[in-house]
């Protein structure tokens, strides 16, 4: 059974900068790609990032684009998304989703962690 563990996440002021981590375990050959999706009050979730673990190739929601860069680490079967300059409506709970393919669809995603919260606030 899959199991990934969020953390990271905090309280950060607008244009700070803040990693969050995925830390997974029980990876069978059937994963093959690790993403974050997030959720604000009020709003529907939504896909922000995802990584291949097979080539690395990183898919980015538009509005993080130049700002959020995900990454991995085989070694130690961990993902992370560096998030700079961050802005308010980057304010949610992030959740590390993992499944055989990327994708920005969230019924895709077999696998989730419980969340962390990232709050942008002056």
């Known amino acids: 059974q899959v199991q990934l563990v969020e953390s990271g996440g905090g309280l950060v002021q607008p244009g700070g900068s803040l990693t969050l981590s995925c830390a997974a375990s029980g990876f069978t050959s059937d994963y093959y790609a690790v993403g974050w999706f997030r959720q604000a009050p009020g709003k529907e979730r939504e896909g922000v990032s995802c990584i291949s673990t097979v080539d690395g190739t990183t898919y980015y929601k538009d509005s993080v684009k130049g700002r959020f860069s995900i990454s991995r680490d085989s070694a130690n079967n961990t993902v992370y998304l560096q998030m700079n300059s961050l802005k308010l409506e980057d304010t949610a709970v992030y959740y590390c989703?993992?499944?055989?393919?990327?994708?920005?669809?969230?019924?895709?995603?077999?696998?989730w962690g419980q969340g962390t919260q990232v709050t942008v606030s002056s």
């Open positions: 989703v993992a499944d055989a393919f990327c994708s920005w669809q969230e019924d895709e995603y077999e696998s």
